[in-house]
């Protein structure tokens, strides 16, 4: 039997079924912003503050966040120093350098960058939005709590992309100080790139029974749960095309399933990034991490 995976290593990462336990102690790793925090520890995107810790309730500076920005989606190239307070001999030199290359993040004012500054819950969504350019999606909730003008249009796009989600009574804190956890939670969602080549490779390692229990458990949450909250008909289509290939797969297993996952691949490599967003989060968010090695390693590579 053969498989469909991923090109790029970084798309295994998302999809792994067990990842590394126990790397800080003052981490929990049972809440989704620990695992986070775990799976972006285990592929060298962050490190520890030291003593075993990761401090994750502590303060981001706007130096550290661009550095975890710059590991999550593999910024490397680095212009000249635009700012006077930015010296040669710091830690962070050279992502400040790589992150005005990449212009995703402007200084404060008068040549400055305050990297020393915290960063806040609006500035990382107005920094993510510059680097996604998503679209708005039509179905969200209001902050209850300011947002700041200039960083509304970004907030409210990261939100309704669910990159950053509301707390209860509708709050985001926006204006608030962004935690190193926070941005863990935040930036692990988008340590996946979009993928142009797939590879075949054998596995003989999944017992049919075991496979049937689990393309039926996917089949059943993407009828019931993904597909229907799609708000892109695009989306819905390939929704409908992974569920399709599944069930003739479990009819016949002589069934073509990698031309049929080829084939979608495709509708889905022409949608927009805001929709391939929001597929990805609702398939992420209603199907078990095991199963979405089946989900995307078998039948569609995201």
Known sequence: MKRLVAALAVLSMLMQS?????????????????QA???????GVVNGIGNGCFAPDNALTRAQFVKIVNNVFRYESAGENKFVDVAPDAW???????????GYINGVGDGCFAP??????????????????????????????????WARESVLTIL???????????????????????ACEMLEK????????????DIKSIA???????????IASMETEVIPKLTYEESKTVGQRIVDNMKAYLADDAHDYIKASQETFEIYKGLTKAARTEFK?????YNKMEDLMLLYDFFFVL
């Open 18 to 34: 067990v990842f590394a336990v126990g790397y800080f102690a003052d981490v929990d790793e049972a809440t989704e912003q620990g």
């Open 37 to 43: 925090i775990a799976r972006l520890a285990e592929y």
């Open 92 to 102: 962070y030199f050279n992502d400040i350098c790589i992150a005005s290359e990449m």
């Open 116 to 149: 020393e500054n915290y960063v806040t819950r609006e500035q990382a969504c107005v920094i993510l939005n510059n680097i996604l350019n998503m679209e708005r999606l039509p179905y969200y909730t209001q902050p209850s709590d300011a947002v700041s003008d």
């Open 160 to 182: 309704s992309n669910r990159l950053i989600a509301l707390e209860e009574g509708n709050r985001l804190r926006a204006t608030e100080f962004m935690t190193r956890g926070e």
């Open 190 to 201: 988008c340590y996946v790139s979009d993928v142009d080549e797939i590879e075949y490779i």
């Open 208 to 218: 049919r029974e075991d496979l049937e229990t689990r393309m039926t458990r996917v």
């Open 281 to 285: 989060t609702k398939v992420q968010e």
